[in-house]
Protein backbone atom coordinates (compact mmCIF):
# COMPACT_ATOMS: atom_id res chain seq x y z
CA UNK A 1 0.00 0.00 0.00
CA UNK A 2 1.53 3.53 -0.95
CA UNK A 3 -0.72 6.67 0.15
CA UNK A 4 -3.40 4.60 0.86
CA UNK A 5 -3.63 2.65 -2.84
CA UNK A 6 -2.95 -0.76 -3.41
CA UNK A 7 -0.21 -1.48 -5.60
CA UNK A 8 1.93 -4.06 -7.48
CA UNK A 9 5.96 -3.10 -6.14
CA UNK A 10 9.41 -4.05 -5.76
CA UNK A 11 10.79 -3.15 -3.03
CA UNK A 12 14.48 -2.70 -3.00
CA UNK A 13 17.20 -1.08 -0.68
CA UNK A 14 19.08 0.26 -3.52
CA UNK A 15 19.90 3.90 -2.60
CA UNK A 16 16.68 6.34 -3.53
CA UNK A 17 17.50 9.61 -3.13
CA UNK A 18 14.66 12.75 -3.46
CA UNK A 19 14.48 13.18 -7.22
CA UNK A 20 14.75 9.54 -8.18
CA UNK A 21 10.96 8.60 -8.71
CA UNK A 22 10.46 8.11 -12.50
CA UNK A 23 13.65 6.99 -12.62
CA UNK A 24 15.07 3.29 -13.74
CA UNK A 25 16.04 0.37 -11.20
CA UNK A 26 18.08 -1.66 -12.90
CA UNK A 27 19.68 -5.52 -11.76
CA UNK A 28 23.28 -6.44 -11.47
CA UNK A 29 23.04 -6.78 -15.05
CA UNK A 30 22.27 -3.44 -16.23
CA UNK A 31 18.72 -4.40 -16.96
CA UNK A 32 15.74 -2.55 -16.25
CA UNK A 33 13.21 -4.43 -13.75
CA UNK A 34 11.06 -1.11 -12.48
CA UNK A 35 10.31 2.15 -12.26
CA UNK A 36 11.29 4.24 -8.86
CA UNK A 37 8.05 5.57 -7.60
CA UNK A 38 8.57 6.14 -3.52
CA UNK A 39 10.99 5.67 -0.55
CA UNK A 40 10.68 5.16 3.03
CA UNK A 41 12.24 7.36 5.69
CA UNK A 42 11.83 7.28 9.52
CA UNK A 43 13.27 6.42 12.78
CA UNK A 44 13.56 2.58 12.19
CA UNK A 45 13.67 2.96 8.64
CA UNK A 46 16.70 3.69 5.89
CA UNK A 47 17.42 2.82 2.67
CA UNK A 48 13.85 1.34 1.67
CA UNK A 49 12.78 2.08 -1.49
CA UNK A 50 10.10 0.94 -4.15
CA UNK A 51 9.25 0.65 -7.64
CA UNK A 52 6.76 -0.24 -10.51
CA UNK A 53 7.80 -3.53 -12.06
CA UNK A 54 8.76 -2.73 -15.60
CA UNK A 55 6.13 -5.83 -17.11
CA UNK A 56 3.22 -3.64 -15.33
CA UNK A 57 4.89 -0.35 -17.11
CA UNK A 58 5.36 -1.93 -20.27
CA UNK A 59 1.57 -3.14 -20.65
CA UNK A 60 0.82 0.80 -19.22
CA UNK A 61 2.95 2.43 -21.89
CA UNK A 62 1.63 -0.44 -24.54
CA UNK A 63 -2.16 0.62 -23.78
CA UNK A 64 -1.43 4.80 -23.57
CA UNK A 65 0.22 4.11 -26.88
CA UNK A 66 -2.45 1.97 -28.65
CA UNK A 67 -5.69 3.06 -26.99
CA UNK A 68 -4.94 6.59 -25.30
CA UNK A 69 -5.93 5.36 -21.94
CA UNK A 70 -4.89 2.06 -19.82
CA UNK A 71 -7.73 -0.65 -20.26
CA UNK A 72 -9.60 -2.99 -18.37
CA UNK A 73 -9.55 -0.52 -14.82
CA UNK A 74 -12.91 0.36 -13.52
CA UNK A 75 -14.01 3.97 -13.12
CA UNK A 76 -16.62 5.39 -10.77
CA UNK A 77 -16.33 9.14 -12.15
CA UNK A 78 -16.22 10.99 -9.26
CA UNK A 79 -13.35 13.35 -8.11
CA UNK A 80 -13.15 13.28 -3.85
CA UNK A 81 -11.30 15.19 -1.23
CA UNK A 82 -11.41 13.49 2.09
CA UNK A 83 -13.92 14.72 4.83
CA UNK A 84 -13.00 17.54 7.11
CA UNK A 85 -12.74 16.99 10.60
CA UNK A 86 -16.16 18.29 12.67
CA UNK A 87 -17.72 18.59 16.20
CA UNK A 88 -20.77 15.66 15.63
CA UNK A 89 -23.89 16.77 17.72
CA UNK A 90 -25.98 14.07 19.16
CA UNK A 91 -28.77 14.38 16.82
CA UNK A 92 -27.00 14.26 13.41
CA UNK A 93 -26.64 11.17 10.84
CA UNK A 94 -23.14 10.28 12.71
CA UNK A 95 -23.99 10.99 16.21
CA UNK A 96 -27.29 8.36 15.56
CA UNK A 97 -25.46 5.98 14.08
CA UNK A 98 -22.16 6.03 15.87
CA UNK A 99 -23.71 6.91 18.82
CA UNK A 100 -21.55 10.17 19.41
CA UNK A 101 -22.53 13.24 20.96
CA UNK A 102 -20.28 16.72 20.40
CA UNK A 103 -16.76 14.79 19.29
CA UNK A 104 -14.15 15.61 16.60
CA UNK A 105 -14.79 12.87 14.12
CA UNK A 106 -14.33 12.31 10.39
CA UNK A 107 -16.12 9.75 8.19
CA UNK A 108 -16.43 9.65 4.25
CA UNK A 109 -14.98 11.11 1.36
CA UNK A 110 -16.72 14.48 -0.09
CA UNK A 111 -17.73 14.26 -3.71
CA UNK A 112 -15.90 17.73 -5.51
CA UNK A 113 -17.00 16.68 -9.04
CA UNK A 114 -19.14 14.05 -11.01
CA UNK A 115 -18.22 12.97 -14.62
CA UNK A 116 -20.68 13.35 -17.14
CA UNK A 117 -22.15 9.88 -18.31
CA UNK A 118 -19.89 8.33 -15.71
CA UNK A 119 -21.32 5.34 -13.78
CA UNK A 120 -21.64 7.85 -10.70
CA UNK A 121 -23.75 10.73 -12.90
CA UNK A 122 -25.84 7.46 -13.93
CA UNK A 123 -26.52 6.33 -10.28
CA UNK A 124 -27.21 10.01 -9.65
CA UNK A 125 -24.27 10.84 -6.89
CA UNK A 126 -24.12 14.94 -7.14
CA UNK A 127 -21.33 17.48 -5.62
CA UNK A 128 -21.31 17.68 -2.15
CA UNK A 129 -22.69 14.04 -1.54
CA UNK A 130 -20.83 12.07 1.08
CA UNK A 131 -19.55 8.66 0.36
CA UNK A 132 -19.69 6.76 3.50
CA UNK A 133 -19.61 2.86 2.38
CA UNK A 134 -19.45 0.70 -0.84
CA UNK A 135 -21.20 -2.41 -0.96
CA UNK A 136 -22.12 -1.89 3.03
CA UNK A 137 -17.82 -0.99 3.73
CA UNK A 138 -17.30 1.76 5.91
CA UNK A 139 -15.42 4.89 4.08
CA UNK A 140 -13.40 7.12 5.81
CA UNK A 141 -11.35 8.56 3.62
CA UNK A 142 -10.69 9.23 -0.56
CA UNK A 143 -8.07 6.04 -0.69
CA UNK A 144 -10.76 3.47 0.62
CA UNK A 145 -12.84 4.59 -2.31
CA UNK A 146 -10.57 4.09 -4.86
CA UNK A 147 -9.47 0.55 -3.07
CA UNK A 148 -12.71 -0.49 -3.02
CA UNK A 149 -13.65 0.45 -6.74
CA UNK A 150 -10.57 -1.28 -8.03
CA UNK A 151 -11.57 -4.39 -6.34
CA UNK A 152 -14.55 -5.20 -8.61
CA UNK A 153 -14.88 -5.51 -12.34
CA UNK A 154 -15.67 -2.98 -15.01
CA UNK A 155 -19.94 -3.90 -15.78
CA UNK A 156 -19.78 -5.07 -12.25
CA UNK A 157 -22.79 -3.23 -10.14
CA UNK A 158 -22.00 -1.67 -6.71
CA UNK A 159 -23.77 -0.25 -4.08
CA UNK A 160 -22.69 2.79 -2.63
CA UNK A 161 -24.11 4.64 0.53
CA UNK A 162 -23.86 8.08 0.81
CA UNK A 163 -25.34 10.89 2.97
CA UNK A 164 -26.86 14.17 1.34
CA UNK A 165 -28.66 16.87 3.41
CA UNK A 166 -27.90 14.70 6.53
CA UNK A 167 -29.91 12.20 5.20
CA UNK A 168 -28.42 8.42 3.90
CA UNK A 169 -29.59 6.74 0.67
CA UNK A 170 -28.15 3.83 -1.34
CA UNK A 171 -27.60 4.32 -5.04
CA UNK A 172 -25.95 1.62 -7.39
CA UNK A 173 -23.61 2.32 -9.63
CA UNK A 174 -22.26 0.00 -12.47
CA UNK A 175 -19.07 0.63 -13.35
CA UNK A 176 -17.37 1.36 -16.46
CA UNK A 177 -14.06 1.25 -17.95
CA UNK A 178 -11.97 4.03 -17.35
CA UNK A 179 -10.85 5.51 -20.88
CA UNK A 180 -9.16 8.85 -19.44
CA UNK A 181 -12.40 11.04 -19.01
Given at each position: ????????????????????S??????????L???????????????????????????????I??????????????????????????N???????????????????V???????????A????????????????????????A?????????????????????????????????
Open positions: ILDGSKMNLIQTNAAINPGNGGGLFNSKGEVGIVVAKSSGLDIEGLGFAIPVNDVKNVISDLNLGYVSGRPFLGVSLTDSKQTQVPSSIWGILYGQSMTTTSYGAYTDVIPNSAADEGIKVDDQIISINNEMISETSQVTNIAEHEIGETVKIGIVRDNKMLTVEATLKEYKGE
